[in-house]
């Protein structure tokens, strides 16, 4: 008969194993090696990772709760894709919410604002002096990071870190990287100088005209931020119910 111990251990190794395959399959996602609409095997995932197929199962139910991955009965599970409708609702959202952070950041007497993003910008330029794709990748990701972080909102930074991030490293990898590098490294320079000078009370509003301006040129539509509806919304809503 099975004692609560060994039971106990039991359940935290599974919990573990399938901690570790969400992790995997998170990262995977970030650094580009799944992209979107690619199969997942589960049983070819779990020899890789040295597990059995219930921690994969459990790792791809988060998954796909978070918006990840898609499961069908038939086809089986594959890395989401996102429509350009749903792109137009994250570049609102992240603006909304990076707005906040800016604004937080500039009201934080702890920190050195200019000093934090302008270390930052740096990393960026070397990246782009080198036409280095992958690099500049992860020092714009971090750029944006520490603004999250100088905003010294536990809360604020959580949602943007765990709901946004996944969705933010598709959209960049899919379609932020078709524009040239020196165009993102000018961009991302004159957004540096946007944060640093514009008067607290209007930062909030010039942060999403700097996202609608990257939306824009990312996408090459009109009209920035197309507005859903009524009728829009609530099929948003019934649909993802």
């Known amino acids: ?9 039991k359940e935290e190794r599974g919990v573990s194993a399938s901690k570790r395959v969400e992790a995997y399959l998170r990262k995977a996602i970030h650094a580009g090696k799944l992209r979107p609409r690619q199969r997942i095997i589960e049983e070819d995932l779990a020899k890789e990772l040295s597990v059995s197929r219930g921690p994969v199962r459990e790792a791809l139910l988060r998954l796909e709760r978070d918006g990840l991955v898609v499961t069908t009965s038939r086809r089986g599970t594959f890395i989401r894709d996102i429509s350009l409708d749903e792109i137009a609702v994250i570049f609102r959202m992240r603006a909304k919410l990076e707005g906040l952070c800016v604004r937080y950041m500039r009201e934080n007497p702890h920190i050195d604002a200019a000093e ?7 990393k960026l330029k070397a990246a782009a002096s080198k036409n280095n794709e992958e690099q500049f990748f992860q020092a714009d ?9 100088a905003a010294n909102q536990p809360f604020l930074y959580r949602t943007l870190n765990l709901v946004m991030n996944p969705f933010i490293f598709i959209i960049a990898r899919s379609y932020s990287s078709r524009l040239p590098l020196t165009s993102r490294r000018d961009n991302h320079e004159q957004y540096v100088r946007m944060m640093l000078k514009t008067p607290i009370d209007k930062i909030e509003e010039e942060v999403e005209h700097y996202f609608e301006g990257l939306y824009s040129l990312t996408f090459d539509r009109s009209f920035p931020f197309p507005a859903f509806t009524a009728d829009q919304w609530a ?7």
């Open 235 to 241: 099929e948003e809503i019934d649909e993802a119910l």
């Open 116 to 122: 934090l993003l302008n270390a930052a910008l740096k």
């Open 141 to 149: 990701m971090e750029l944006h990071r520490t603004v999250w972080k």
């Open 1 to 9: 008969m099975r004692t609560s111990k060994t039971q106990s251990v």
